[in-house]
């Protein structure tokens, strides 16, 4: 049940602001991505809830197709991490796609 209500919170459009973290909260989400950007590696549909005293964000993470499901995984630890650290008692979600994919970018908006 509380699985189900974490997904839940998350269906919503992408431009709804009622519900999203403070600013302040997302300047620091963002400072987080901006140090892992590099020229391999980019970050896409950050999407952030405040739900009660529960906050939660979900971001793309992608990254070169050629890096190993171990290199993936250890490279979103490292990311969720940090993103726990800039928003304490935040759930982390992440989705890893291949950057050079173009489907990896056919997928921001939630209603494709
Ligand atoms: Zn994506």
Known sequence: MLIASQ??????RPNDRRH????DDETRIQAV?????SDCVTFHALRTRQA????????HVLVPGS???HE???FLELVERDLRSA???ATVF???????????FADVALER
Do not use: K, N
């Not at 999203?20 to 600013?23: E, G, M």
């Not at 991505?33 to 950007?37: C, E, F, G, M, S």
């Not at 009660?52 to 971001?59: A, E, L, Q």
């Open 67 to 69: 890096w190993s499901v």
């Open 94 to 104: 992440t989705h890893l796609e291949p950057i050079e994919d173009a489907a990896s």
């Open 52 to 59: 009660g005293r529960r906050s939660f964000m979900s971001v």
């Open 7 to 12: 997904f839940i919170i998350f269906i919503t």
């Open 72 to 74: 993936g995984h250890a």
């Open 20 to 23: 999203a973290l403070p600013a």
């Open 87 to 89: 928003v304490p008692s």
């Open 33 to 37: 991505l901006d140090r892992y950007a």
